[in-house]
């Protein structure tokens, strides 16, 4: 069985290295707020390329920091709308609402299923104070339009980088493109560590400060608590083994590239559509096929002993836990939920698993 995802293989290539690092961390006494902490914080804000970056426990985690961050520091209230993309992992949407403010679903662009930036601008009310954007699938979502649209309407502009560590947009990095981006460090991401991890990128200086404090208790100084905080902080064991992984991740990323671009190259069956390419715009996280017969391919690639993935079956606002928003009709979202089919794309995967992968989907039919 060619596996969707095989994570032993990943990490094992860095087996040495891995061993070293959290070695260290056993061996220094450490093992939280610490120098592994600061180093790795350090090197990734200098890759994403922002002033600061704020670790903490995980990607969800980042995201409601950054929300909670600012209401507490006064730009964000209680009600206020955050628009956010319909066709996102649900943690997106949670981190809106955890906060108690209002998340307005736009449909994606059936072509990049990145947030549909014409459709933006009808979903801004006078209650609107913010518009996440999400890089599903390890491709760029932002455009200058949006940033116009944002700075026009006085908006904060968010970005959901969970899926697109390495991501560039005109020779910047995603992540560093709006006021404020989470990471998610899951082990399964283009960067993925041992565990839970995440973090926080911003140029702001105050933003950065309450995020910190925020996942310190609500503390910044020993036993002064401004704010009414949580417990959510990155173990030093974790930035090791992440600060040791950043060093490979443009290589890996440069290897999911190289398989996506021979499945767009080889992939030919018509009853498969496949993402556009994208260039430096996409590390490929997922590489997000659509058929129509959907299930049926991904029985079949079963039997052919390929394992794939679906991103995702059931959109968020058709889940039990948001019945609120379930009135609303999104027929792109629905069409993308119904049809994707996620390819593996690892980096690991050998040319002879991924030219058998594309050679199975060629033959299929209904
Ligand atoms: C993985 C993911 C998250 C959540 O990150 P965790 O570290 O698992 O909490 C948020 N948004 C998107 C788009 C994701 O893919």
């Not at 839970?196 to 309450?210: H, N, P, R």
């Not at 995702?312 to 993308?336: A, D, F, M, N, S």
Request: hydrophobic content about 35%; proline content about 4%; overall charge negative.
């Amino acid at each position: 069985m060619i596996a969707y995802q095989d994570l032993k293989r990943v990490t094992s290539r860095h087996q040495e290295e891995l061993q070293a690092a959290v070695r260290q961390v056993i061996d220094s006494g450490r093992y939280l707020q610490g120098q592994a902490v600061e180093r790795f914080e350090n090197h990734y804000a200098d890759y994403i390329g922002t002033r600061h970056c704020v670790s903490c426990a995980s990607g969800l985690d980042a995201l409601t920091l950054i929300l909670r961050a600012y209401k507490e520091t006064g730009i964000l209230r209680e009600g206020d709308e955050v628009i956010v993309p319909a066709n996102t992992y649900i943690a997106s949407i949670l981190s809106i609402t955890e906060n108690l403010l209002k998340p307005i679903l736009v449909e994606p662009s059936l072509l990049t299923y990145e947030i549909d930036d014409t459709k933006i601008e009808e979903a801004i009310t006078e209650r609107t104070r913010a518009v996440m954007i999400v890089h599903l699938y390890g491709r760029n979502s932002f455009t200058p339009k949006i940033a116009e649209i944002c700075r026009r309407h006085h908006l904060k502009l968010i970005e959901d980088n969970a899926q697109a560590h390495g991501c560039e947009f005109e020779g910047r990095k995603t992540g560093s493109l709006g006021d404020a981006a989470a990471h998610s460090f899951y082990p399964a991401k283009n960067l993925g560590a041992l565990g839970d991890a995440g973090a926080v990128t911003t140029d702001d200086d105050e933003l950065s400060s309450a995020i910190r404090a925020l996942g310190n208790y609500g503390s910044n100084k020993k036993y002064i608590f401004p704010y009414k905080g949580r417990n959510s902080r990155m173990d030093e064991i974790q930035a090791a083994v992440l600060d040791v992984k950043l060093r490979y991740l443009d290589d890996d990323n440069q290897n999911r590239r190289e398989i996506a671009e021979f499945y767009l190259r080889n992939i030919s069956n018509p009853l498969v559509h496949n993402p556009l390419p994208g260039k430096r715009d996409n590390v490929w996280h997922i590489f997000p096929a659509r058929c129509e017969h959907r299930d049926e391919l991904q029985e079949y690639l079963r039997r052919q002993g390929i394992e794939t993935m679906i991103h995702y079956p059931v959109p968020p606002h058709r889940q039990e836990c948001y019945k609120e928003l379930g009135i609303l009709r999104l027929p792109i979202t629905e069409k993308i939920h119904r049809e994707e089919i996620s390819i593996p794309v690892y980096p690991c995967l050998d040319r002879q698993e991924y030219t058998y992968i594309a050679e199975k989907i060629n033959e299929f039919e209904t």
